[in-house]
């Protein structure tokens, strides 16, 4: 006789886990981090809180892989010889920018300075992880063309951050080989 399948599994209850505590998906302003998106109805949409966003638990899984994966790359970029701040110092969080009387904004993940590609320049740091085809995709297109909604997102937060910060260090990893962009 087949052992049929449980209904209910520990995998199951943990992804059901992060879908019921994932909170109001709705923000109070629009994101630099979607604004290079290129449908101008789809951020009305979002700014207008036209839809309600309800990811899947494996998704909200994904993403917080991301943020997980930010304090190795601030230590990577350390043992470089790169001085990073992944944090704000005046507020102890994470850098934030916004404009529009607070109607726009986001989060970056640090400034550093000591790149080898240019050592005294402070640099906006923007961190992402990126699956195989991803990160093929990015390696031979860069991130502009192959990633045009984070190069308009870090472009904007320079912007936004400090007139002396014309620089950003996009470093990125492939999930499946631990690969990195710079």
């Known amino acids: 006789m087949k052992v049929p399948e449980p209904t209910q599994t520990t995998i199951k209850a943990i992804v059901q886990h992060y879908e019921d505590n994932q909170g109001d998906a709705f923000r109070a302003h629009l994101g630099g981090s979607i604004i290079g998106r290129p449908c101008d109805r789809e951020l ?20 917080q892989t991301g943020h997980l994966s930010e304090p190795r790359f601030a230590e990577d970029l350390r043992k ?18 916004s404009a529009c009387d607070r109607h726009f904004g986001g989060s970056f993940d640090g400034v550093g300075q000591g790149f080898i590609e240019a050592p005294k320049t402070w640099h906006l740091i923007e961190m992402k992880t990126h699956n195989e085809k991803s990160f093929k995709n990015l390696v031979s297109k860069g991130v502009k063309e192959a990633k045009p909604e984070h190069f308009v997102q870090m472009q904007v937060y320079m912007y936004l951050a400090n007139p002396q910060l014309t620089r ?15």
């Open 80 to 97: 470089a010889g790169v001085t990073v701040f992944d944090t704000n110092p005046a507020t102890g969080e994470q850098f934030r920018v």
């Open 44 to 63: 009305w949409y979002s700014f207008r809180w036209c839809t309600d966003v309800k990811h899947s638990g494996q998704l909200l899984r994904l993403f």
């Open 168 to 182: 950003a260090f996009y470093i990125a990893v492939n999930k499946n080989t631990d690969e990195l962009y710079g």
